[in-house]
């Protein structure tokens, strides 16, 4: 294995290779998954907020009447921004960062399989999210909804909608990396023993999810290059002049985002999968059922993507088939429910805050689930279409289901990270403000989107009867704000406090308990051998013969070498490198037909991008001693 | 892709190696990405409002040479990796060189399509027909350029000694060959999708 390394004739790299493990370069250069995955909690936190303050301008906005905080365009904008920051840039980059740091420690590895791959995603991810928001400041962000119906996408005026198609492909380049990533980590890096049924539910959902990124991210890829082309450089895909067809961006951007649903969903339902069994004190109630009705939404979930569509006319077949789909994924999704609750039922329950919103996760998202069903029903949904009952029904699922199970991962996982428990009082009050906050402010859009108030409208009439629930839901979203407050003092609070939280402060079940917090960078001394689900549980409480000596991964050969020096992946500056070349390239896109050296810009940020990938393969993985 | 994972992840939970996983994953994902774009143009083809339809302005002879040329590099493509599994590092070369230069054929022969295309007045602004033709045909395009890029590079690494040793070269002109040969079998589907398949009209 290592003999050959040293065969290699060496040579330098194109630039130095960066040794700092600390500071701000040691944060740049790093390719160690733990801290890659909190650097992507910190920048999808920070995105949050930035959302959440659209969210309030939007509820300022429409608390009244003919409101005057924003006016249309700035409206437009705003609620298309939130949609796609709370998607593209907080919700699936949470999931993500937990995907991160805990995917290696609870399968027993000692990194992801391509650590400077999975530093490669975060930047993408960075540059993406930081080109979007730099329209703001060049005319104007994407004003045409998160959803980017086409010929209405390719033909507002200003750049932002061409912000959009450039923006949302960088992003979608980082989830594929990072999908890859997962996706081998978690077949081929496995400590000895964890067999496939042996895995937590989390490490389940997230390899479902990374498959669902692998096979929806060139479809919605697909349909943004052919906006980009259409609005950059005069291609005619969505003219309807020329026989261009608004249905195909529809069915393209669906096929796309109705897994994009579940890659949101599906890593908050692993938590809350890991989160009850700690608290109930109680292996999870139907390991195998829960895992199957997990892959079966990933399946399923290719099939019913067309129920976004029933208000465009279809056809009855085509409706009546995607009813039917959209009913049948329902049920292996109550099957998760009622593991959910056999979980709990009967358990030595304690409830702390990672368990409340667990909890909170599984009664809102019964809520958002069952108006989900009410649009299968194609002659409801046609009242429903484009009404407020639409934005309830979505924001129970990401914000009541998606949201309060990332939130209640942060809570749990907080102490092994940091080393440091999030403190509870504060944490409780956080929980029933989000709580309370989310159901007041989304819980009346059911009755006002039932009453026809239209969504994406920057303003109403007054005499339509939607006063009252408008006023209550901006101040639901206020409370919702307080208590983001509150969690960002815990925060501070708690580190201030620095109250010691230990190896195994919940008297977990799962493997990454078992080291220390924070866990070293190696993560494992010694590889462990996994020899039963909830292995850590088993040997602290099931085990009565002899534990066997842990042997290392890859058999006798390597280890004494092993346990004398564990080669860990080096630091790098290629993958941050790699990622620049593509916001300028975009940048040339945008400025195609204004900038007369646009073209060298295109082929500069080619270039970059080119010469990092080129700079990357030349490097070794691990630098020499 | 680096050195890391050949020496500290030799050892796998399948036995596989984790870059070949990850490019056979990667594939996976290019087939989507290329369904898509066929499925535009097959929605397209048959919707001709202004200038040219396909089969006015298509040169079947000349794109099936070209097409020939592009699968004969698959062949070489082969020899390559015959070549550094024996541990013939001149073999190699010759063979790379070969597929590259093959490659760079059809990519010329590409651009003398386009380019006849354009003057007989078919552009990506002329019809969807025209859109979806060259966004489909030029994506395809890219990524034959880049497999020439890599096959280049891996010319460029037997020079300097960096296919050594042969196993491990082996290993790495594998994963290349993967990627070029799936984006020859993406040919042959569009290749009969565009070429051969009859329009109306």
Redesign the interface.
């Known amino acids: 294995m290592a003999t050959h390394v040293e065969t290699i004739p060496r040579r330098r790299g194109l630039l130095a290779r960066p040794t700092a493990k600390t500071g701000l370069w040691g944060w740049m250069t790093t390719v160690d998954h733990k801290k890659i995955g909190i650097m992507y909690g910190a920048t999808a936190i920070f995105f949050f907020l930035v959302g959440g303050l659209e969210a309030l301008f939007i509820r300022l906005q429409l608390a009244t009447p003919n409101g005057e905080v924003l006016s249309a365009e700035m409206y437009n904008q705003f609620f298309t921004m939130h949609g796609l920051t709370m998607i593209f840039l907080v919700v699936m980059p949470l999931g993500v960062a937990l995907m991160n740091y805990f995917i290696p420690l609870m399968i027993g590895a000692r990194d992801v399989a391509f650590p400077r791959l999975n530093a490669f995603s975060y930047w993408v991810f960075l540059v993406g999210g930081l080109f979007l928001y730099s329209s703001f400041f060049l005319g104007g962000a994407p004003d045409g909804g998160w959803f980017g119906y086409a010929p209405l996408s390719t033909s507002l005026p200003g750049n932002g909608m061409t912000f959009y198609s450039l923006g949302l492909q960088i992003l979608g380049v980082a989830s594929l990396a990072g999908a890859v990533n997962f996706i081998i980590t978690i077949i081929n890096m496995r400590a000895p023993g964890m067999t496939f049924f042996k895995m937590p539910v989390f490490i389940w959902m997230s390899l479902v999810t990374s498959f669902l990124l692998l096979f929806a991210m060139p479809v919605i890829a697909v349909a943004l290059f052919q906006l980009m082309f259409d609005r950059a450089f005069d291609a005619n895909f969505f003219n309807p002049a020329l026989g261009g067809d608004p249905l195909l961006w529809q069915h393209l951007f669906w096929l796309f985002g109705h897994p994009e649903v579940y890659i949101m969903i599906l890593p908050a339902m692993g938590i809350v999968s890991d989160i009850l069994p700690t608290f109930a004190r109680k292996p999870i109630f139907g390991y195998a059922a829960i895992v199957f009705a997990g892959a079966a939404i990933g399946i399923m979930g290719w099939g019913v993507w067309a129920h976004h569509m029933f208000a465009v006319g279809l056809g009855p077949v085509g409706n009546s088939v995607f009813a039917a789909t959209t009913m049948f994924i329902a049920v292996p999704t109550g099957v998760k429910i009622f593991n959910w609750l056999g979980t709990l039922w009967g358990g030595d329950i304690r409830f702390k805050t990672p368990l409340l919103f667990a909890v909170g996760f599984v009664a809102l998202f019964i809520i958002g689930g069952l108006s989900g069903v009410s649009h299968a029903i194609v002659p409801h949904d046609a009242q429903q279409t484009d009404t407020y009952y639409i934005v309830a029904h979505f924001h129970y699922v990401l914000f009541g289901g998606a949201l309060f199970g990332l939130m209640g991962g942060f809570y749990y996982w907080w102490p092994k990270v940091f080393g440091h428990m999030l403190g509870e009082g504060l944490g409780k009050i956080h929980f029933w403000l989000f709580f309370i906050g989310m159901n007041l402010t989304f819980g009346p859009m059911h009755i006002v989107g039932l009453q026809g108030q239209p969504r994406r409208t920057y303003t109403y009439p007054e005499g339509m009867g939607w006063d009252f629930w408008n006023m209550m839901e901006t101040v639901g979203a206020f409370t919702i704000a307080l208590s983001m407050v509150v969690f960002l003092v815990n925060v501070v609070v708690s580190k201030a406090k620095n109250e010691e939280a230990g190896d195994d402060p919940w008297d977990a079940r799962t493997l990454e308990w078992a080291m220390s917090s924070p866990p070293p960078e190696h993560n494992f001394d010694t590889i462990p051998v996994v020899r039963e689900r909830d292995d850590f549980w088993d040997q602290k409480y099931g085990r009565t013969e002899e534990q066997p000596q842990p042997v290392i991964a890859g058999g006798a050969d390597g280890h004494e070498e092993h346990t004398e020096h564990i080669h860990l992946p080096s630091p790098s500056y290629f993958p941050m490198l790699a990622s620049f070349g593509m916001p300028i390239a975009a940048y040339g896109v945008i400025y195609f037909n204004e900038w007369s050296f646009a073209p060298l810009v295109i082929g500069g940020g080619i270039l970059i991008t080119l010469l990092s990938l080129m700079g990357w393969v030349l490097e070794p993985g691990t630098a020499e001693e | 892709?680096?050195?890391?994972?050949?020496?500290?992840?030799?050892?796998?939970?399948?036995g596989?190696d984790?870059t070949k996983?990850?490019m056979w994953?990667?594939l996976?994902?290019?087939c989507?990405?290329f369904g898509?774009?066929i499925s535009?143009y097959l929605?397209?083809r048959n919707?001709?409002?202004?200038g040219p339809t396909p089969h006015e302005i298509y040169d079947i002879p000349f794109t099936s040479v070209s097409s020939f040329v592009l699968l004969m590099s698959s062949l070489t493509m082969v020899l390559a990796l015959a070549a550094i599994q024996r541990g013939d590092h001149r073999g190699l070369r010759i063979w790379l060189l070969a597929t590259a230069f093959l490659g760079l054929s059809f990519i010329g022969g590409q651009v003398y399509e386009f380019s006849t295309f354009v003057e007989e007045g078919l552009k990506?602004?002329?019809?969807?027909f025209?859109?979806?033709f060259?966004?489909l045909t030029g994506?395809h395009g890219a990524h034959v350029t880049v497999g020439i890029?890599m096959l280049l590079?891996l010319v460029g690494f037997s020079w300097?000694?960096?296919l050594?040793?042969a196993s491990?070269g082996a290993r790495k002109v594998e994963l290349i060959g993967l990627y070029w040969h799936f984006v020859d079998i993406v040919w042959i589907v569009i290749f009969t999708v565009i070429y051969l398949v009859p329009t109306k009209g």
């Open positions: 892709m680096s050195t890391h994972e050949a020496t500290v992840e030799h050892h796998t939970s399948t596989l984790n996983l990850a994953a990667f996976g994902s290019e989507l990405f898509s774009l535009t929605l397209y919707r001709v409002v202004t990506l602004s002329t019809s969807t025209g859109s979806s060259f966004v994506f890029l590079a300097a000694g960096r050594e040793p491990e």
